[in-house]
Structure formats: structure tokens, C-alpha cells
């Protein structure tokens, strides 16, 4: 199952690769040429499908958990300065996603959006200190019946050159369902109250849909 925002590049991709194969059978004589080049776009093309893959994780959403956004590993977790929407000290975690991880991000909480917004900027390395604040990003925030407000921010990283974000302010969103999708690497970070429980730790892999970030007992 593939997300529907790489339907087009991957009919592209599908199309070059047929194409190059038809080409290099036709025109290249020496055989071994021929079959390094067809292997060589059949692997870019498993790895452009492998990118938009997007695993049904369907859940029955839970108002007492929030669960991982996205897929990746978590980097860090620590009291930082939230200087957006929250302007004062929250608990951030955020897990970066490799390239070759899924990168579908998905509601971790049911709730009302509060805030959505869209950033232009750099695309430094998605783990670099600043690419919070400097880098391609959008803002969102849910209130949690439970948490209150959670907010996440997605960003682009030195391969991500669009972001997509489905959240609309003033509407209710179901935990579980997609919000966006960060195309080609980047990272997902989430704000919490000071003082909440994280149960992920650093280093850890994340899946989305299903990694519980923080729960109430």
C-alpha cells in the first residue's frame, strides 16, 4: 500500500524505469553494461516505492495515550524554550526518520486544531540544533481532551523539499489518521507540559500508530 502523495513521482519513476530498461535491451551491446544499468534503476525504483509505503496501522484511538506521529528513532528528549505558539518551557521529543523509513505522519492524539502554519526556510541536516527554528517547517497544535494542548512541528530536512500537512484549524481529527507527509528525510518533534512522563527513550525506534510517546493511567 503506497500513500497517495507519491502517486505521481511514482508513476514517473515506474515510467523511466520501464523506459531505460526498453532502451539499454535495445541499443547497449555489451551485456554486462546492459544489466548493471537495469539493475541500477530497478533498485532506485524499489527504493522511491519503498519512500512512499504506507503500512495500515489502523487503531481504535485511546484519549489516554499519545502515540508516536511518526516512524524513526527518538534523538531527543529535553526541557527546551518553545518560542512559537507555547512561549515558555516545554518537554520536547523528537524522532528523526531516515530515508529509508515510512514517512506518513499521523494524528497522535484525537482532538480540535488549534494552530497550523507553514514555514519557508533552510534545510539544514534534520538533526542539526537549529533546524527546529530554521529549517522548512509547519506547526501544529491538537487539544487533547486528556493532555491539552500537544503541539507537534514537522521539518524538512537536507533531502525533504516539501512538506505536506492536512491539518486545518477548527477542525476535529481523529488519532491514527494522516496528517501529512514529509517527502525524502526530516524529523517530527512534539511539545509537552514540563513535568509529563515520557515512555520512549533516546536512541529508541518509533513506529507510528504505535509507540505509546506518554499515556494516563
Known sequence: MFHKEGGKIILIA?????????????????????????????????????FFRNPNRQIRPNDKVVLAPVDGKVV??????????????????????????????????????????????????????KASTE????????????????????????????????????TYVKQGDDAGFIKFGSRVDMFFPLGTKIDVQLQQNAAGNQTIITQKA
Open 14 to 50: 515506474t515510467s523511466v524505469t520501464v523506459l531505460i530498461y526498453l532502451f539499454s535491451h535495445k541499443f547497449i551491446t555489451i551485456s554486462w553494461l546492459e544489466k548493471t544499468i537495469q539493475i541500477l534503476t530497478l533498485v532506485f525504483l524499489i527504493l522511491i516505492l519503498q
Open 76 to 129: 531527543v528528549i529535553e526541557e527546551v524554550y518553545e518560542e512559537e505558539y507555547f512561549k515558555d518551557k516545554r518537554l520536547q521529543v523528537s524522532i528523526f526518520m531516515s530515508p529509508i523509513n515510512v514517512h506518513v505522519t499521523r494524528y497522535c492524539v484525537s482532538g480540535k486544531i488549534k494552530f497550523s502554519k507553514y514555514h519557508p526556510g533552510k534545510y539544514l541536516v534534520a538533526w542539526h540544533p
Open 135 to 170: 529549517n522548512e517547517r509547519t506547526t501544529v497544535v491538537i487539544e487533547s481532551p486528556e493532555f491539552g494542548e500537544i503541539l507537534y512541528r514537522q521539518i524538512a530536512g537536507a533531502l525533504a523539499r516539501r512538506i505536506v500537512n492536512y491539518a486545518v484549524e477548527g
